[in-house]
């Protein structure tokens, strides 16, 4: 992995990063961002506005989930070399209280990062703006696992019933 000598990922693996959650339908709908790239953890934001939420007004456990998962796979990402993706394997959530504030903020961090399989921590805080108060609404674990990306056709190997991307690669190894 490309580090710059303060520790922070290098621009190649920023650029990844992007450029991948950049093609994820379901974050751009629910309008998350990632605020926070660095070696194994990153940070993934969700604006509150009333599509997000559930029926007394709190962040909906599915965007909750949502950003938490995307969080600790990115945060996996940003540890694998070139010509990997990720997938989650499975993931546990605890919603410990009702997700409220101005935003949320998910937070993966990589405790075990392996060949083939990663484990992650997942958090998410409710953060109000105003005072700056964090308040931790949900915690989990992830298991994620390394797939190598070939362009279609390029690989005998290739699984049909593998995802296509929308950049015309397909998952089609574990390694």
Request: with cysteine; charged share 20%.
């Amino acid at each position: 992995m490309e580090r710059s000598e303060d520790g922070a990922v290098g621009p190649e693996v920023r650029s990844r990063v992007a450029a991948s959650f950049d093609r994820q339908g379901l974050m751009r709908h629910l309008g998350a961002r990632i605020s926070r790239i660095a070696p194994g953890r990153v940070h993934i934001v969700l604006p509150a506005r009333p599509e997000v939420t559930q029926q007394n007004g709190y962040f909906h456990a599915g965007a909750t989930s949502a950003i938490a998962d995307s969080a600790g796979g990115y945060a996996a990402y940003t540890l694998f070399p070139e010509g990997a993706d990720v997938l989650t394997v499975e993931y546990k959530i605890n919603l410990l209280a009702p997700a409220v504030g101005d935003h949320i903020e998910a937070v993966g961090t990589v405790l075990k990062s392996g060949r083939t399989l990663t484990v992650c921590q997942l958090e998410v805080y409710g953060v109000r703006e105003e005072d700056g108060s964090r308040t931790l609404v949900a915690h989990g674990q992830q298991t994620l696992i390394r797939v190598s990306v070939t362009v279609d056709g390029a690989d005998d190997k290739t699984d049909v019933t593998s995802p296509v991307t929308t950049n015309g690669t397909r998952a089609t190894e574990f390694r």
